[in-house]
């Protein structure tokens, strides 16, 4: 039985992605619990 190479391009795309989500997913959660507005704290460029 042969094993098959890993296609590599689709592993980094699917843990960017995957990466990319918990991110997105931490940072919700920090502003709700503050209890800020989320325009307020995540798109000001002050």
Known sequence: ????VPDSFAILA???LISTWTVALLEAHRVFHEGQNIEQQCFSWD
């Open 14 to 16: 699917a843990s960017l």
């Open 1 to 4: 039985m042969a094993r098959t």
